[in-house]
Structure formats: structure tokens, C-alpha cells
């Protein structure tokens, strides 16, 4: 991002020296730990997560250092049951201020994480997550005002699967079959210290926290989860061999229907669930996920072998996308630049977040029409709400962009026209670009108040 506005404001965090020089396929990938309840209740689940300095054995030689929610570089899996609520105890053991935010979750504002409800150092808070959306996979990140870019680079990003019983009966792969995948960049220092410093290019490319690992797998289907955790790449991500995948849902859980598609494209806080068949594969085979800009990012070893595939893909999968009901308003949002290049306001103004942006009818449906004119691509985030995305410079959205979202590419002086229907959860929330770098620097946020 070197020629990216607002500079000024970045915190480089650490001193830069010559990048790692890594050897590929060193390290296997690891699977994410799952987070352990405290207690278990009739109707709850309760976790207490510690947001902590920490090492993580991020490349072969030194460890690294690194912010952590309870320790890995990478903070524990949240596994939730639709209305099941969560209720997440966050410790701060930093000596500074972090937010907690979930992505992708309708949550009440007073748990959402706005970016000024900061846990001081020393200080605890408690989020309460209902749950009460279809399955989905989340994740939860730092949302602190001006921050959130190199506290989120730094490690503090999480997983947060959501399931129901409707999903469970597919008979989708599951359980070791099941594999959640947090892809994001990073710049790695030959003494494998983490620099924050967004005016390099980031190329190290690190699957659950390792770069370029390989993983072995059984020759049948296997069920990926792609969350980019990255603070401003995106991805666009396809197999070795040429086949396509088979996505199944996006930010908000699964689509309508199971859609073939020659890659898997996600900006900055996107998901994209997968299938992957290995079945056809003779042992030994090795098939690479690779990117459009990086290259290989991960091997699949066809490896391990495995009792019969049992496992479906269904020519249905949501029971249905409900139609969407008619909107009550429509809503205009512009991205710019300003002259002086150092911010990308919305609708004219840098992120303020005592001030309210828009105000929303509680129980409305709206439509936004997003339009670029700063000449830069970004994308959109709103919090509280998944959306559907009407059109992208007046087509149809791409088949695997018909589901629930809640983050969409913004195309370069391009128009993305998104609904959302504002059910419950009165309060103040934001919406912002989702590249943190412009989120942090650039005010690229602003305020909603649904009342
Ligand atoms: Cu992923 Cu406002 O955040
Ligand atoms: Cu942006």
C-alpha cells in the first residue's frame, strides 16, 4: 500500500530488517483449537479469553512476538449453536486499550465492540452473543479507534462458527472433515519479528499462522472455511490442477444452491466456504491452493486415507434465501478522496464517532447505493446486519455473491446497491472499508444509530 492517504497517522510498530527467507512446505498447518467453556448452562455457553502478549512458532528458528487472544497466534475457535447464546468474558492483560468486536454477528450493541467501548489495560468486559442467525462462520478481531490495523496484524483475530440443526442435517463433511482456514499476510523480518509497516509489501502468506504449510488429506470431500484475515489483500485463490471448487456459502452462512467456480475470491474480512473432492486423487498426490499475486499459499497432500465419504453436497442447501421485502428508504453512500490525498471520507466526512451518521427506523429495510468516486477500490462493511447485494454497476452480483453478507469489494469508481432489514438491537454501530489500513488512517468509518 505505498501510496495509500493518511500515512502520517501510521504507528510502524517494530524496526525493519531484510524480510525471512522461508523455505515453503517446512510446516504442516495447523488446526485451529477450539475454545473451552468455562461453564455450560441450559441455554448458554461461557468462555473467558485472555487478551495477552505472547510468542507463536510462526516460522522455523525464533519464536515470534505477537497480541493473542489466550495465547496462539491465532485465538481459540468459538463454537456457538443457533440460539444458544455466547457469553465471552475478554481479560485485557495488554498495557493498552482493545475492542472486541464480532464480525458478522447480530449482536447487541452494547456487546458489538464500536470502536471507542475500549476494555482498558488491566480491565474485563463481557460480550453477549446471541446467536439467534443462521449458521455461519464469524470471527471475532480488534476494533480499537485508530488501532484496529496493527493490533489485528499483530494476532488479534479469531474464528467464531456458528451451526443449526438445519445445516447439520445435510450431511455436509464434518468434524475432522470440517476445517476452518485463516489466510492472511504478514511481513516477517529475517529474525522472525512481525513489522507493521503498511508502506511494504506484505508476501509472506501464512495459513492458520504458518507460511506456505502443507496438509495432508484422506481422498474425499473436505469442507474448507476461508476467512481473509488480512488488514488490506485480497485474495483470489485457485487449485493447481484447474478444477473448480465448489463454494456452499459466504460472509452470512450457505448460499441457495452449491456453486462451481474457478476461484475463490475474498477481500479483507470475506468468507467463502468450500468443497473440496480428493476422491479422485491417487495417494501421493500433491494439489497447491495458490493465489493470483502470491503464488502457492498451501499444499494438499492426498496422504491419509480414510473409511467411506458419507458426505454430501446437496443441490439445495439453504432452505431458501427469503425474498427480500420491499425497502422503506434508500440511502446514498459515497466513497472519496480528499484533495490533499490523506483520507477517504464518507459522504465528505472523516470517521467522528461521537457524531451520527445515519439514522435508521428500527424495523426498516433500506437500500444502499455505494458508489466509489475516490478512484481506489475498496470494500463495505456493515455491522449488526447480513445483507444481500442487489446489483454491482447495475449487474446481477456474481453466483457466489447472491447469499448473506456482511463485506462486499467495492469496485473502483464503481456502484454497489446492497439491502438490509433492521430487525432488533436498537444502539449506535459503524460502517466502514474493511482494508483496516483506511479504517485506522484514513477515517474510512462512520455511525449508524437504529432507533
Ligand atoms: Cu471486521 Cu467493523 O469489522
Ligand atoms: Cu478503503
Redesign the pocket.
Known sequence: MAQMPGMSMVPIKGTVRPAAVLTPFTDAMPRLADAVPTATTADADYYTINVQQSTAAIAPGALTSILSYGGGFIGPTIRATRNRRVVAKFTNSLTESVVV?L?GGHTPAASDGFPTDEIVAGGTKVNTYPNTQRAATLWY?D?LHMMEAPHVYQGLHGMYIIRDPWEDGLRLPSGRYDVPILLRDAYLNDDNSLLYDPFLDWTVVLANGKPRPYFPVAPRKYRFRFLNGSNHRAFSLTLSDGRPVVQIASDGGLLAAPVSTASIEISS?ERAEVVIDFSGCAHGTQLFLQDATLGQVLRFDVTESCGADLSQVPAQLAASLPPLPAANRTRSIELSLTPDGNYFPINGQIFDPDRVDSRIALGSTEIWTITDVSGWEHNF?L?LVQFRILDVNGLAPDPTQRGWKDTVVIPKNGVVRIQASFTDYPGKY?Y?C?LLEHASYTGMMATMVVA
Open positions: 468486536h464480525h478481531h476494533h474480512a462493511h455491522h459503524v466502514h474493511h
